[in-house]
């Protein structure tokens, strides 16, 4: 993927404040740390234009990025940084819930986990959240370079058997290294495309949710 031009747009904590949603858009969401920041800098191969923390739970606020144009990328608050304070959390929790079930522009959310990780109850939490709202998304499990080839595929069955549903594909990938880099593309690429055809399943309609909360 050729990257022209990337720009960031705004930061949002209330959907009155994001963007206008005519672009596909991408919602990167993961654990605190997981390298949400730094997988959207290595998509965009730009050094300098995420943020990426030096303490984690840094991201507080909705980050919108439009890319080439043609795409829009949401990078959403980590979750489950034990440090900050239930009253903080409650807040992240109703921003990612509510733009997660209200951005109709959304194509899906990449869901970042770390390869080296056994699931947390938060990453499973969030994905059984997003089976029951029909919200899309697409797994990629990051920080592969901090996995040794022999011990890769125990790793990768793991994280294929907690969070895949059948017939999903699992992207690996490395910030470091840039694996996967193509592969993600050109699945996003796919997506991006469907979503503008209208075939895209964008989130369910208000009547099929059940009334349940994302984790945190
Ligand atoms: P929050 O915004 O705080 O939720 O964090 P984040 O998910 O955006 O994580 P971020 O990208 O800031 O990365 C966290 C740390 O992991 C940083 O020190 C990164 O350099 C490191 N990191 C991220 N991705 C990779 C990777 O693929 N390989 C290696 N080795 N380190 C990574
Ligand atoms: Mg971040």
Redesign the pocket.
Known sequence: MKIVTTEFITGAVSPQQYPKGVLPEFAFA??????????IRSLLNRKKLVH??AT????QQINFFRVNENLMFA?L??YG?AKVPLSVKRKWQKMVEQYLLKRNSLAAVVF?VDLRRDPTALDLELKEWMDAYRIPYLVVA?????VSRGARKKHVDKIRAAFLNPGDELVV????TQEGRKELWRRLRQRAESKKEGSGEGPAGESARPKRSPPR
Request: proline residues 7%; glycine residues 14%; positive net charge.
């Open positions: 993961g654990r605190s740390n997981v390298g949400k920041s730094s997988l990426i923390s984690p739970g840094k991201t990078d608050p980590g940084f970042i990051t920080k592969a370079d901090k990938y490395s910030s470091e």
